[in-house]
Nanobody, 122 residues
Framework: QVQLEESGGGLVQAGGSLRLSCAASGRTFSSYAMGWFRQVPGKERELVAA????????YYADSVKGRFTISRDNAKNTVYLQMNTLKPEDTAVYYC???????????????WGQGTQVTVSS
């Protein structure tokens, strides 16, 4: 069992930066691939970025490539999402998820956090 808790969301102006954190409970964090998803009302939850167990492989959606960076610290049971050059269209609730399967996908993610709101003003 893994419990996930996101933090770091908030309100930022376009062009600004935020860093999201997702702290995981349990001693098996390093055995899970981790993903960051986002969702806006009326739309499906979409995968933004994912990172493999040892951080050797990362995936980014085209919409965030070059602006967002995912990383993890297995010693701290934490995964991060550094978001730079934010745009109004990045506004969403951001969720972290743990998956024991790579590549990470919404349908194959085993555990989810409660989400953190990111709002980017124009």
């Amino acid at each position: 069992q893994v419990q996930l808790e996101e933090s770091g969301g908030g309100l930022v102006q376009a062009g600004g930066s935020l860093r999201l954190s997702c702290a995981a409970s349990g001693r098996t964090f390093s055995s899970y691939a981790m993903g960051w998803f986002r969702q806006v009302p009326g739309k499906e939850r979409e995968l933004v970025a994912a990172i493999s167990w040892s951080a050797a492989v990362a995936y980014y959606a085209d919409s965030v490539k070059g602006r967002f960076t995912i990383s993890r610290d297995n010693a701290k049971n934490t995964v991060y999402l550094q978001m730079n050059t934010l745009k109004p269209e990045d506004t969403a609730v951001y969720y972290c998820a743990a998956s024991n399967i790579w590549p990470v996908a919404r349908s194959r993610s085993n555990y989810w956090g409660q989400g953190t709101q990111v709002t980017v003003s124009s």
